[in-house]
């Protein structure tokens, strides 16, 4: 009895061992690389009748898979290491062209600011110079105006002082004995010119009056009134005309400094002028300099982001193809491993599912 039930527990033992053996290769026998692999197996075991060329052909097909396996590792680490270097590189483009486009913005926006300020200037100092000149001239015209009126009244001094002069010689002549009748001619040549003249006729109109009664009585007491009525009328003229020569130089003075200043000051704001147009072409030219490198480092930023993005789609793509084949290697690897298994150690339950495939 118990020998009897020892043979059942044995024949469930083999039953259960079957039947999981079956399950087993069914599985492996509905994936594509499994079926293929059985249906070669279950070639050879019918053509040689042993599993010892399949074990080898097993064996030389799991090494192939590590082989590749291993070929497909040094790739992707060659590829991963090209993938870093390449994107630092790029990373670092994008960086250089992001601060040469940042730079060049900021000069252009500096030197537009500084071109705007440099016209406005440019503008006054031009205002200034009008203004300059304006004055210089207007000045001028008023020193040589004020010139000319002192050579005049200078000319018009001169000629009273010379008209009393000579009124003098004359009374100096009757004092000495001369006839009015022989100096008569010039006695009414010089009341005319004292007569005639026109800046200083009042002044005169006292000694015109005295030499008129000359005329009609010689009188040494007159004489000598009228002598030294001449005498201060002189006098006064020569003053007057030291004071009228006082002023002249001293207004020309005053024009020689006035008009060296304005001179000076003329000079120096043409020169900031020229410095100022000098320094809008400058501007100018930084602001198109900048405006060029801009574009410039614009477009090789775009270039090297688009690069970038490129090349880290690639590289995603080698990590996700990389991934995807190594799973399936070794989803190969372990369905070579079970049947290498199956028929090393369950060469009998694997035949018999072999024989009944097909």
């Known amino acids: 009895m118990m020998?009897?039930?020892?043979?059942?527990?044995?024949?469930?033992?083999v039953l259960a061992v079957q039947k999981d053996t079956k399950t087993i290769l069914a599985e492996i026998d509905?994936?594509?690389?499994?079926?293929?692999?059985?249906?070669?197996?279950?070639?050879?075991?019918?053509?040689?009748?042993?599993?010892e060329e399949v074990l080898v052909l097993l064996n030389q097909l799991l090494a192939g898979l590590v082989d590749d396996q291993n070929k497909h590792d040094n790739v992707i680490r060659v590829d991963r290491s090209a993938c870093t270097r390449?994107?630092?590189?790029?990373?670092?483009?994008?960086?250089?062209?992001?601060?040469?486009?940042?730079?060049?913005?900021?000069?252009?926006?500096?030197?537009e600011k500084a071109l705007a300020e440099a016209e406005n200037d440019v503008r006054q100092t031009i205002q200034d110079i009008e203004s300059n000149e304006r004055t210089f001239a207007q000045e001028e015209a008023n020193r040589n105006k004020a010139h000319e009126t002192w050579v005049r009244k200078n000319g018009e001094h001169d000629?009273?002082?010379?008209?009393?002069?000579?009124?003098?010689?004359?009374?100096?002549?009757?004092?000495?004995g001369a006839t009015f009748a022989e100096l008569k001619p010039k006695f009414e040549a010089v009341q005319k010119r004292l007569i005639e003249n026109e800046?200083?006729?009042?002044l005169f109109q006292p000694i015109v009056t005295a030499l008129t009664e000359l005329a009609s009585k010689v009188d040494q007491k007159a004489i000598q009134r009228i002598l030294q009525l001449l005498s201060q009328l002189r006098q006064q003229l020569v003053e007057a005309r030291s004071v009228l020569e006082e002023t002249e130089n001293r207004q020309a003075q005053r024009w020689v400094e006035f008009?060296?200043?304005?001179?000076?000051?003329?000079?120096r704001l043409v020169e900031?002028?020229?410095?100022?147009?000098?320094?809008?072409?400058?501007?100018?030219?930084?602001?198109?300099?900048?405006?060029?490198?801009?574009?410039?480092?614009?477009?090789?930023?775009?270039?090297?982001?688009?690069?970038?993005?490129?090349e880290n789609e690639w590289c995603a793509l080698q990590e996700q193809t990389y991934a995807t084949q190594s799973s399936e290697r070794q989803r190969q690897q372990e369905i070579?491993?079970?049947?290498?298994?199956?028929?090393?150690?369950?060469?009998?339950?694997?035949?018999?599912?072999?024989?009944?495939?097909?």
């Open 272 to 310: 900031r002028k020229n410095q100022l147009e000098q320094a809008i072409q400058t501007f100018k030219t930084n602001i198109d300099t900048a405006t060029h490198f801009f574009e410039v480092h614009t477009l090789e930023l775009e270039s090297a982001q688009e690069t970038l993005d490129a």
């Open 3 to 13: 020998k009897f039930i020892a043979l059942a527990l044995i024949a469930l033992t």
């Open 336 to 358: 070579v491993d079970r049947i290498l298994e199956h028929l090393t150690d369950k060469l009998t339950a694997t035949s018999q599912y072999l024989g009944g495939r097909f």
């Open 199 to 202: 800046s200083h006729g009042a």
């Open 159 to 176: 000629d009273a002082i010379a008209a009393v002069d000579e009124a003098t010689k004359l009374v100096q002549h009757l004092s000495l």
């Open 30 to 51: 509905a994936d594509n690389f499994g079926n293929s692999i059985l249906s070669t197996v279950q070639m050879y075991l019918q053509a040689k009748g042993n599993a």
């Open 86 to 111: 390449i994107v630092t590189d790029l990373e670092n483009s994008i960086a250089y062209h992001t601060a040469q486009v940042s730079a060049n913005a900021q000069m252009r926006e500096d030197n």
């Open 259 to 267: 008009s060296t200043h304005l001179s000076n000051e003329h000079n």
